[in-house]
Every structure is written in structure tokens, then in C-alpha cells.
């Protein structure tokens, strides 16, 4: 018996052994569609003959609430994918908010030879030079998160519309800013908590070079005065996504405008959480005397609609996105022809 086992062992690590020199022609299982010549090269077989493919991941901020949820689950969808013939070796790396650090790190990835790489830009306003550096090297790219806007502030962004193997993965914010005031419409003093005519605000942005920031902005409040409600801006501050600058602007407005503050509006629940705490700092009452807005829902913010302190946000769906982002780099890798735009919905949460 020991015997007949230790030949067939045998047996498949000598199968094993020769799928080894087969090189790097293996193809995933289950597509026939051969990947690009630039990709097999840059896959490696495994000592199990598996081909591994290198996934290159640029983050703008390891430090940022909402972007950690949607690397962490970029990572381990990546993982759940994985076959007996198929692995995927991902690399992520923080940009640290900083253009020059994120472009010395694309750099390195196509020096390493990624066979396809996701970029969360830290400024939009230097896609080209990362488009350019990637498509140039023949990598599929993937870019999250950040939109490089056309030039009509919409999703006609030359270099990717011009690219096959460049896409963007993202949510539309004009979406999530509109809900958000939606959501103060939906109350039953649509926001006029003093029933003086108007909706008197606070504004905390996110990054401005961000659309993210931009939309949400502009939209929460169009929404109110699209409904015919009269608005009135009492601050609008830069928050950069951070939650001690949102508590930090929510304190200094509260102080400064008191009751005359009826909405705050945050553009990501990381600020909003700070807001939160400045609330209660200032003896303020959501959902008596103020109401608070964010988007992302982050799982303590959910909590907090749920119990009240909290007035609404809305779902920027992270696992939609990351699968989306994956599926798509997947499809690149595979020599699959992709599109230049894919939209993943935000949802409402009041
Ligand atoms: C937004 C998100 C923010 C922040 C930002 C980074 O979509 O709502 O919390 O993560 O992306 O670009």
C-alpha cells in the first residue's frame, strides 16, 4: 500500500516537475483567449506549475478610512480568485498623498514587469503622465477611485477614451451629493429646523483637486435648491477626507454660528465623524437641533443613522468597485477586450 502511494507521488511530482518547464505559456483556466505576448512574458509558473500573474496597486493614501476598506478588499477578492492554475501576486503600495512618490512607484511596477496594474491617482490632474508611462510599457491599466475628468468635466477623459487597455472604475458623485440632499429633503422640515425660510449650511470638503469633493459639493445643494428650497452657506472648508479636520472645521463653525447652523454637510463620512464629535462637544442634537450628512457608510457610520446620531450617508460601495476594478484587470490579463468606463452605484442610507 505505502509503496503504490509513494509511486503515485512520485508519479505527480514528476508531472508537476515537467509542467514546471513548460515555461510561461500556460493560460488561465478556462479562457481560451491567449494574453498579449508583453503579459505572458511577465507571468511566472510556480514550482506547481501555476502561472502567476503580477498585480501592481497604487494607492493615493494608505491613510484614508474609505480607500483601506477598498484596498483590503481589492487584495482578498483577488485571492478568492485564485485557482490551482492561476495565482495572482499583488503588490499594493501607499502614495502617501504625494504625485511624485506615486509616480516613482508606477515607475518600479513597469521596471518589475506587472502584468497589469490599478492606480488610485493622487492627483488627477497627472493622469497623463501616468497613462502615458503605463501604456507606453504595454500594461493594462486599471485606474480607481479619482476620475481624470474630460474636458467638459465629464467622463470623456481623452486618455483614456484613446487607450484600449486604460479604464476607470468609479462611482458617480454627482450621485452621492444628490442623495445627500435628498435625504435632508426627505426630513419633515426639509432642513429649516428654525423655520426661517432657508437651509442654513456648513460644508466640508473633501480633497478639492478631487471630483469626488467637487460633485458632492455642488450637487447636495442642487438638490435642495433644484427642490425650491432657499439655502444659506454659513462655512465651507477644506477637510481633505480627514477626521480631525472635520471636527476641527465643525467646531470652529459651531462656535462661530451657533444655532444658526441647521445642516452639516460632510463630503465622507471620515469627516463626518469628526463633525460628529464636535456635536456633541458643542451640546448640539442630531436630528433635533442639527442634522449630519456623509458618504462612504462606513460600518460605525451605519450605526449611527441607526441610533440617531447620525442623520443620513450614502453607500459608496466598495466591494462593488474593488470586484469591478479586479474583474476587469482579470479580463486585461486574459487579453479580453475591456471598456473605458464602468459605474458602480451609490445607495442611500437614512
Ligand atoms: C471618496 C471617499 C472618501 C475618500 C476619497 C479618496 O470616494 O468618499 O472617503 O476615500 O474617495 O479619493
Redo the contacts with the bound molecule.
Keep these: 500500500m505505502k509503496k503504490k502511494l509513494l509511486s503515485a507521488l512520485l508519479c505527480v511530482a514528476m508531472a508537476a516537475t515537467l509542467l514546471v518547464g513548460c515555461g510561461g505559456s500556460d493560460k488561465p483556466a478556462g479562457n481560451d483567449t491567449p494574453a498579449t505576448e508583453q503579459k505572458q512574458e511577465a507571468s511566472k509558473d510556480d514550482a506547481s506549475g501555476a502561472t502567476t500573474y503580477n498585480v501592481g496597486v497604487a494607492i493615493?493614501q494608505f491613510d484614508?478610512?474609505?480607500?483601506t476598506l477598498y484596498r483590503n478588499e481589492i487584495e482578498a477578492y483577488f485571492k478568492t480568485l485564485e485557482t490551482d492554475s492561476v495565482k495572482y501576486n499583488v503588490t499594493i503600495v501607499d502614495g502617501k498623498n504625494d504625485m511624485a512618490t506615486q509616480t516613482d512607484q508606477i515607475k518600479t511596477f513597469i521596471t518589475q514587469g506587472m502584468d497589469v496594474i490599478i492606480c488610485?491617482l493622487v492627483q488627477t490632474s497627472s493622469a497623463e503622465l501616468i497613462i502615458d508611462e503605463v501604456v507606453a510599457a504595454n500594461i493594462p491599466l486599471v485606474l480607481i477611485?479619482?476620475e481624470p475628468l474630460g474636458d467638459n468635466g465629464d467622463e470623456s477623459y481623452a486618455g483614456i477614451l484613446d487607450n484600449p487597455g486604460v479604464c476607470y472604475v468609479g462611482?458617480d458623485?454627482r450621485q452621492s451629493g444628490t442623495y445627500q440632499g435628498e435625504i435632508v429633503l426627505g426630513l419633515p422640515d426639509k432642513g429649516d429646523i428654525n423655520g426661517d425660510g432657508k437651509v442654513s449650511y456648513v460644508m466640508i470638503e473633501?480633497?478639492p483637486e478631487?471630483p469626488?469633493a467637487q460633485y458632492r459639493t455642488q450637487y447636495s445643494i442642487k438638490a435642495l435648491t433644484d427642490a425650491g428650497m432657499e439655502v444659506e452657506c454659513l462655512a465651507d472648508q477644506v477637510g481633505m477626507?480627514a477626521t480631525d479636520k472635520g471636527q476641527e472645521i465643525a467646531a470652529t463653525a459651531l462656535s462661530q454660528h451657533g444655532d444658526a447652523v441647521e445642516v452639516i454637510f460632510c463630503?465622507?463620512?471620515?469627516m463626518a465623524l469628526g463633525a460628529a464629535a464636535a456635536i456633541q462637544a458643542a451640546g448640539r442634537t442630531v436630528g433635533k437641533d442639527i442634522y449630519l450628512l456623509g458618504?462612504?457608510a462606513l460600518e460605525e457610520c451605519q450605526e449611527m443613522v441607526k441610533n440617531g446620531t447620525m442623520t443620513g450617508t450614502v453607500l459608496?460601495d466598495h466591494i462593488g468597485q474593488s470586484h469591478t476594478a479586479v474583474d476587469v484587470a482579470i479580463k486585461a490579463l486574459n487579453g479580453e477586450a475591456i471598456d473605458n468606463y464602468y459605474w458602480v452605484d451609490y445607495v442611500m442610507i437614512k
Design positions: 493615493y484614508d478610512n474609505f480607500m488610485n477611485n479619482r462611482a458623485a473633501g480633497d478631487n469626488d477626507w463630503n465622507n463620512d471620515g458618504v462612504d459608496n
